[in-house]
């Protein structure tokens, strides 16, 4: 008999002991309850959205410093939380030699090449591995720093693969980058009985979801508002702590980087390959971000979108406040830094301006981030003559601003699956927005039932002023196509984009992987 | 301490025959040892002072007074000789010049303090002789002590001329000085060894001042928990005391010794052979120092910069290559002097003992002892080895079953009967010095593994 499959069911059987504790563990990165932000927001709706199901939060963060109090409350349906700190691995521990056991790191070895080679991990591989990492029978994280097996391992890996000169640093780094894995395995066998999983982003999280799921055998679900490996690889081409060799034969014509920072965003993808593999199901906010999975490693069929919605009702008293008129006011809500391009809007609106000289352009969102961007955006409406039309408004509470605007601009160069958008429809407001994210597919819908229903606005390139102007223009000079595209995003809203449909969704998600769990129901129910 | 190395390796590069000497020569009397100077001079006292001082018993009590000072005050200052060794060479890795004069301070207070007490309280209850005698051996005791403590530093400095004179100075001084004091018998020629070593105690001191001077007058860094290295201080008590245990031990079995002055006891028959063998390691410990302290000095730190400094780990581990090669080139090279010093020994002794007119009956015993100083040399170097590497437990280890092993085969070869005499010293250290080059060359094989992955051990 094979003696992983011995030890998983031992495993399992000794923890089916325990009642669970919550369905669903969600993995968190770095966001909520801590951190503010979208991520955040949207587990809340989640856990608010879903009172029939119960939670257990399992947070993990870089530095404690980093993080202050809790920035939300709780719901009752959270039975748990645990929070963990990955910059707190220590390096430290009893130096003295071991041998290490040469058949575990065999097997761990066979993960790295698959790897290299981009292949589909064996399932055995995977389960050898994430059953003995950390196990005082398999190898512990003394094991990975001092053991025999563990040195014949980095030096013949540095002989075989590295390309960087410097064998310390080389050493440094695989140490600083699988010392964490240790916590994770230790975290993945404390925390409590769940029935299955839910991580909301891969990295760190995603690789504490396969661990639990590989030693639990309960099924996991990746959530991914953004896509976190290629996050990181901009972080790591970025980061100045690594630093590359120079090359003594003059400047690097490749201009590719060192081996280390490869090697750091080659540690991140398997990351993701890893959770992608293992994940039952893999969703994203939107089909570029669907497709973008795909590519990194994702298997198509577990791939699926599900938008962020949410509650239109909340606008309609905002629409019965819209004036008679058409107001001749282009609304961009967001903060002033260079990601939202907000100079772009600045030059279209000179354009507006030129040939709808009451036009007016209203940019909603706090200034503090980006000083100098503000005053550079400043500078330019001042340059342009338009401090009469252009007018910073700061941060403001949308339900007073959106009855007053004529229509929604977004000039952003990058964007997941901005709400804006979808609170202008609801509040009765077309939208002008670049081809990011998922800016076309709000605009003109994804399906064919989505696109029957017409455009809500126009979408224009990025970096592009006069065809910004030139749609904003379009649609406030011709009231007939203002009132359809008003139409259109009111309806595509309601249909497709609501917190209901979102939660629906995701109970149907759940219910469908609780009833695959291996895990017994929840008495409490 | 690489300063000793710098100056070898500068004067070997000058390329001539006389500079080989020069080196070696400065290296013989640096490495050798002061105490086998000091062997010298006082034999030199013994035999010059022959027929000036009488009854003849007279110089047998003060050969053997000094053999005892030498003895105790070595086995005494081993606990700190090899400690504070270890703290002068960090301080110096640190750059941290301006602590060493005041834990030197540190260090000779507490010397002279606890050699003090422990002089005073064996000379009060064990002895029952003259005031002037128990004064002077006191005095001795102390100064020979604070001696052993400075001359740590000898190896570390570069005024390596002025050392040379002040050793010939100070040697002269003692010889003069007891040859002129002879009439006043035992304590004349005492007063006389007092005078050199206490002109090489304060001439050194000064020397040592001069190089590192200081702003705090004592500080005691030295004896702060995370300094000591407990294993240092037993390493260093083991192998002075394994040295001298064989002697002990037929000094106070009463078949192979007789009573000379108060409680001090000699052994005729086993004494001259092995002090006579001692001056046999000279070219040796030359050879060691040059070696040890010049070329593997040089490897051991290319080795551990290319470490520090992001080699590939193919240039690791040539150099790790080449430092053991320079390891292995040493004890090799000591090996072939020795071997051609015992040749020497065995084809002339005879000669040399007819010579100085001691009986060839002891001619045997000086074999064997002279094989086994000359494997005390090896011993050494492995030694030096290890402490470089920091394979601290291992050498207290190999210093404890020298110790043992000394011992048990001393006692041993006492129970076999005459013909045995000096095999227990001879066979111990033989044994000590392949076990310990075994462990060594075993740990060496993990050396890399063991510098990488067992940092701050």
Redesign the interface.
């Known amino acids: 008999m094979d003696p992983l499959k011995h030890q998983t069911q031992h495993n399992s059987v000794s923890q089916k002991k325990h009642k669970p504790i919550a369905d669903v563990a969600l993995l968190l990165e770095g966001t909520y309850p801590y951190i503010r932000g979208g991520v955040s927001s949207w587990v809340h709706q989640i856990l608010n959205g879903l009172p029939d199901l119960t939670f257990a939060l399992i947070f993990l963060g870089g530095a404690r410093e980093h993080y202050g109090d809790m920035q939300y409350e709780l719901p009752d349906n959270v039975k748990h939380l645990e929070v963990h700190y990955m910059m707190e691995t220590s390096l430290?521990g009893n130096?003295?030699?071991r041998p290490g056991n040469a058949e575990k790191f065999a097997d761990m070895r066979e993960l790295h090449r698959a790897f290299k080679r981009n292949d589909i991990i064996k399932p055995e591989v995977m389960q050898s591995v994430f059953n003995s990492l950390g196990a005082a029978d398999g190898i512990t994280k003394e094991d990975f720093?001092?053991?025999?097996q563990?040195?014949k391992t980095i030096?013949e890996d540095?002989?075989q693969y590295c390309t960087e000169?410097?064998?310390?640093?080389y050493?440094w780094s695989v140490r600083i980058m699988h010392a964490p894995l240790f916590m994770l395995s230790d975290i993945a066998r404390k925390a409590p009985p769940v029935r299955m999983l839910h991580t909301i982003s891969t990295g760190y999280a995603g690789l504490l979801g396969v661990m639990m799921s590989q030693q639990r055998d309960i099924p996991l679900l990746i959530s991914e508002h953004g896509i976190y490996t290629k996050e990181r690889k901009i972080d790591l081409a970025q980061a100045n702590w690594i630093h590359d060799p120079v090359d003594a034969m003059g400047s690097n014509l490749q201009a590719d980087s060192g081996y280390i920072r490869q090697m750091w965003i080659r540690f991140f993808e398997a990351l993701g390959r890893m959770a992608y593999q293992q994940a039952t199901q893999i969703i994203s906010l939107y089909d570029g971000n669907r497709q973008r999975q795909i590519t990194d490693g994702a298997p198509e069929q577990k791939c699926q979108v599900v938008p962020n919605g949410i509650d239109p009702e909340r606008f309609t008293k905002l629409r019965e406040q819209r004036p008679e008129a058409l107001p001749k006011v282009l609304g961009l809500i967001g903060r002033v830094v260079p990601i939202k391009d907000i100079k772009t809007f600045i030059r279209a609106m000179r354009v507006v301006c030129d040939r709808m000289p009451d036009a007016e352009g209203w940019i909603i969102g706090p200034e503090d981030e980006d000083p100098t961007y503000v005053q550079e955006c400043k500078s330019l409406v001042e340059s342009f003559g338009l401090e009469n039309n252009v007018k910073f408004l700061g941060f403001q509470n949308i339900a007073d601003v959106l009855p007053k605007l004529g229509l929604m601009v977004l000039t952003s160069i990058s964007e997941a699956q901005p709400l804006v958008i979808l609170e202008a429809y609801a509040a009765g407001i077309p939208c002008v927005a670049t081809d990011v994210g998922s800016c076309r597919e709000l605009i003109e819908g994804l399906t064919e039932e989505d696109k029957a229903l017409g455009a809500g606005g126009t979408v224009v390139s990025i970096a592009d002023p006069e065809a910004t102007a030139q749609a904003a223009l379009e649609l406030l000079g011709d009231e007939d196509k203002w009132l359809a595209a008003q139409h259109a995003g009111l309806k595509r809203v309601s249909q497709f984009y609501t917190l209901e449909r979102m939660f629906s969704t995701y109970r149907d998600l759940y219910l469908d992987s609780l009833e695959k769990s291996s895990w017994p129901e929840l008495d409490l129910k | 301490m690489a300063g000793i190395g710098f100056e070898i390796r500068k004067i070997l590069n000058k390329q001539s025959l006389l500079s080989v000497l020069e080196a070696y020569g400065y290296a013989a009397l640096i490495g050798s040892g002061p105490w086998v100077l000091s062997v010298i001079g006082v034999m030199i006292i013994g035999i010059l002072s022959f027929g000036l001082v009488l009854p003849q018993s007279l110089i047998i009590q003060f050969l053997v007074s000094v053999t005892y000072l030498m003895a105790s005050s070595l086995i005494l200052t081993g606990v700190l000789q090899l400690m504070f060794t270890r703290f002068i060479a960090d301080r110096l890795f640190e750059n941290k010049q301006h602590i060493i004069f005041s834990n030197l301070m540190g260090a000779l207070w507490l010397t002279i303090a606890v050699s003090g007490i422990f002089g005073t309280l064996v000379l009060w209850l064990l002895f029952d002789e003259s005031l002037i005698y128990e004064m002077l051996m006191l005095a001795n005791f102390v100064v020979l002590c604070g001696l052993w403590i400075v001359v740590i530093f000898l190896s570390s400095m570069k005024a390596y001329r002025a050392i040379v004179a002040l050793f010939l100075i100070g040697y002269l001084i003692a010889v003069v000085a007891a040859l002129s004091l002879t009439a006043f018998g035992l304590p004349g020629l005492l007063a006389g060894v007092l005078l050199g070593h206490g002109f090489l105690f304060f001439s050194f001191l000064y020397l040592i001042v001069r190089e590192y001077p200081g702003e705090h007058f004592v500080s005691f860094d030295f004896t702060q928990r995370r300094q000591v290295f407990l294993s240092l201080a037993l390493t260093g008590l083991f192998f002075n005391a394994a040295v001298w245990i064989d002697k002990f031990i037929f000094w106070f079995t009463p078949e192979t010794s007789q009573a000379v002055i108060g409680p001090l006891r000699a052994s005729l028959i086993y004494d001259l052979p092995i002090f006579l063998a001692y001056l046999s390691i000279i070219p040796g410990m030359a050879v060691f120092l040059v070696r040890m302290e010049a070329d593997f000095a040089e490897h051991y730190d290319n080795f551990y910069r290319s470490?520090?400094?992001?080699?590939?780990?193919?240039h690791?581990w040539y150099l790790k290559d080449r430092m053991i090669y320079t390891a292995r080139q040493g004890i090799y090279e000591i090996f072939k002097v020795q071997g051609v010093t015992v040749m020497i020994v065995l084809l002339l002794g005879k000669d040399i003992l007819e010579l100085i007119g001691i009986s060839t009956l002891y001619l045997r015993l000086l074999y064997i002892d002279v094989v086994g100083v000359s494997m005390q040399v090896l011993l050494l170097a492995i030694l030096n080895v290890m402490f470089y590497l920091d394979y601290r437990r291992l050498a207290l280890g190999v210093c404890a079953l020298f110790f043992f092993a000394n011992a048990l085969l001393t006692v041993l070869s006492i129970e076999l009967g005459a013909a045995f005499f000096g095999y227990g010293f001879a066979v111990s250290v033989t044994l000590t010095v392949l076990v310990g080059l075994y462990l060594l060359s075993r740990k060496l094989d993990?050396l890399e593994?063991?510098t990488?992955?067992?940092?701050?051990?």
């Open positions: 430290e130096p003295r030699a720093l001092f053991s025999e563990a040195w030096t540095y002989q000169p410097s064998f310390i640093d050493f | 470490v520090r400094e992001g080699d590939t780990l193919e690791i993990r593994y063991e990488f992955m067992l940092q701050g051990r």
